[in-house]
C-alpha cells in the first residue's frame, strides 16, 4: 500500500488541506458509479482518488458559495 504524505498532496493542490478535501470529493463521485462485481478493486475509493490527484491525473477548480440571504 502506497503512503501518501502531506506535501505530495500540497504539490498539486493550494495546500495540504484542500488536497484532503478535493481527493475525498473525488471519492464520493466515484462511488455513485455503479460498481461490476466480477472487478475487484485493488484499492479503496479514498487510496484511489488521493493516488490520482498526487499523480496530477486529477484536474479540479474552485467555485466561490454563493451568499445566502438570511
Do not use: C
Not at 502506497?2 to 498532496?9: D, F, G, K, L
Not at 473525488?26 to 484499492?43: G, T
Request: charged fraction near 30%.
Amino acid at each position: 500500500m502506497r503512503i501518501v504524505t502531506p506535501s505530495e498532496v500540497a504539490e498539486h493542490t493550494q495546500n495540504k488541506y484542500l488536497g484532503v478535501l478535493v481527493a475525498a470529493k473525488f471519492a464520493r463521485f466515484m462511488n455513485e458509479f455503479p460498481r461490476d462485481p466480477a472487478v475487484k478493486l485493488e484499492q479503496k475509493l479514498t487510496t484511489s482518488a488521493l493516488d490520482a490527484l498526487v499523480r496530477g491525473r486529477l484536474r479540479y477548480r474552485l467555485v466561490r458559495r454563493r451568499r445566502q440571504d438570511v
